[in-house]
Every structure is written in structure tokens, then in C-alpha cells.
């Protein structure tokens, strides 16, 4: 009986997901604009995962910037941005997290970063 209910939930959850909007450049470029003071030039999708969309954006000053819109999941972006600065703590090569923000359109949390190396740097 459990196993039939927690595949209806997430049948259900999964149809809601498949629903959902992405968010508007306009607001994205908003966004950064916020957290950076810098003019937003070029918006990328790079990725639409099961709980969060990923845009790269880069600034008219040719800056780049990672934008996460999470669209559902239980971990917070809040938490994970005290992660990432207890691991800059202990030396860990980590992203700088510039802005973590709840928006109304949705609901949906917003973390930006600055990319400061690539994977194959760490």
C-alpha cells in the first residue's frame, strides 16, 4: 500500500514539474543586476534538472555568473550556501555565492554565483 501511494505522489509531483514555467530573462537579468551592479548581456540555459533550472549569464563587461532557480526539492539554497562557506573555511576551492533570495514568482529560490574556477582547475 505505501509503495502504490509514493508512486502516485510523485506521479502527481512529477506532472506539477512538468507544468512549471521557466523564469523570465527580464527577471534573471534583474537578478544579477542586484547582486552584482552589473548590466546583464547574454542569458543562457544550461541545464533543467528535476529541482533546479541553471542559466549562465555574462555581463556587457564580459563577466560570467551562474544563476540556480530552484523549482522544488526539501535542501535550501541557504543551507547550502553555509556549506560551501564552512568549506572555503577549511581551504576548499569553492564557488562564491553572491545572492540567495526568495523570489514571488513561485515561490521558487534563487541562489547566484561567480564561477571562480572550472572542475578540471580543482
Known amino acids: 500500500m ?3 501511494s509514493v508512486g502516485k ?3 502527481m ?3 506539477e514539474r512538468s507544468s512549471f514555467k521557466p523564469l523570465p530573462k ?3 537579468f534583474e537578478l544579477v543586476k542586484r547582486a552584482t551592479g552589473l548590466d546583464p548581456a547574454r542569458i543562457e540555459r544550461t541545464a533543467r534538472g528535476y529541482d533546479n533550472e541553471v542559466y549562465f549569464v555574462k555581463t ?3 563577466k560570467a555568473f551562474v544563476v ?3 523549482m522544488f526539492g526539501e535542501a535550501g539554497f541557504r543551507q547550502e550556501a553555509w556549506a560551501i562557506e564552512r568549506c572555503r ?3 576548499v576551492p569553492v564557488p562564491t555565492v553572491l545572492l540567495v533570495d526568495e523570489i514571488s514568482f513561485g515561490g521558487r529560490s534563487i541562489r547566484l554565483r561567480r564561477p ?3 572542475m578540471s582547475d580543482a
Open 60 to 62: 556587457r563587461g564580459g
Open 89 to 91: 573555511e577549511a581551504g
Open 68 to 70: 540556480r532557480v530552484k
Open 9 to 11: 505522489e510523485r506521479a
Open 2 to 4: 505505501n509503495l502504490l
Open 13 to 15: 509531483k512529477h506532472r
Open 116 to 118: 571562480q574556477l572550472r
Open 26 to 28: 527580464s527577471m534573471i
